[in-house]
């Protein structure tokens, strides 16, 4: 009797083992603000079983950050899913499976649905000293320091609205004895408007990435002067009065003449006696 009770309890043991489906999720402990965050799924449920794959920032609350559908394939072969990390704030995080319904009761006891992965913020690692925004001529010079980055060098890589236009390309430190801050500098040249990433990454790894701001050139617009269309008045044709011709004296005939002194010396005899 004990014998039948033994063979029945691992019959079922056998019979609770095989409906029982394994899920793992695996992520890295660490990585890098503004790296992808790229976590593994591996499990036997059956082909087109889907479910979710939750990325949360931990705190006195959870503050969902993104979410993705995972669907179980034919060959129940391993999935991955990237988690955008770009301007998160470093600290810790939570990625769990969500919305498994009734195979949640059903997970083997070795499944792993919960992953606290920590983002690493080395942003603060970087000073630069060249403006942020460069006129077009200028641009673009990345000048500034990495905290420890000693002699070891940086690498540079600069990605502007056309892609990448520089790099990656390590560039040479010069350290600062009194902090051990590694100085670079560097000149690449731009032909384009936009916003530039420039992405360093030091011995350690992924530090950052800074964005320059490089304006479009002013345009002078030519100032243009009025052209002002003369008025011109027509006004009636003046008329001017006719001068008629002064007449000319007629000259006095001889006879005329001599009859005139004629009367002149009469006169002056008839006078002459009177007196």
């Not at 793992?24 to 079983?49: H, K, M």
């Not at 992965?117 to 690692?125: A, E, I, Q």
């Not at 040479?172 to 000149?187: D, L, W, Y």
């Not at 003046?238 to 002194?261: G, K, Q, Y």
Request: one cysteine or more; aromatic letters at 6%; hydrophobic letters at 35%.
């Amino acid at each position: 009797m004990k014998r039948i009770i033994l063979i029945a309890l691992c019959l079922m043991c056998i019979a609770g083992t095989a409906s029982a489906y394994q899920l793992y999720l695996s992520c890295p402990e660490s990585v890098q603000v503004g790296l992808v965050l790229q976590c593994s799924i591996d499990s036997n449920f059956p082909a087109g079983t889907t479910f979710d794959v939750a990325l949360y920032q931990s705190g006195y609350t959870a503050t969902a950050i993104s979410r993705q559908s995972v669907t179980i394939q034919d060959n129940q072969a391993t999935q991955y899913k990237l988690f955008d990390t770009q301007g998160l704030p470093g600290g810790q995080y939570k990625v769990e499976i969500q919305s498994l319904g009734s195979y949640e009761s059903r997970l083997s006891s070795d499944s792993t649905t919960l992953q606290l992965p920590k983002l690493l913020d080395r942003s603060g690692d970087i000073t630069i000293t060249s403006p942020m925004t460069q006129s077009i001529d200028e641009a673009l010079r990345i000048e500034g320091s990495i905290v420890k980055a000693g002699n070891d060098g940086v690498e540079i890589e600069v990605r502007g609205p056309d892609g990448v236009v520089f790099g990656p390309q390590w560039v040479g430190t010069k350290i600062i004895i009194q902090s051990g801050a590694g100085v670079f500098t560097q000149r690449v040249a731009v032909t384009s408007p936009g916003e530039y990433d420039v992405t360093f990454r030091d011995a350690k790894g992924y530090v950052g990435v800074v964005t320059f701001t490089v304006p479009a050139p002013r345009t002078t617009t030519p100032t243009t002067i009025p052209t002002t269309t003369p008025v011109i008045t027509t006004r009636p044709p003046t008329t001017v009065p006719t001068t008629l011709p002064t007449p000319t004296p007629s000259p006095l005939s001889p006879v005329a003449i001599v009859a005139a002194l004629g009367i002149v010396g009469i006169l002056s005899v008839v006078l002459a006696k009177k007196h």
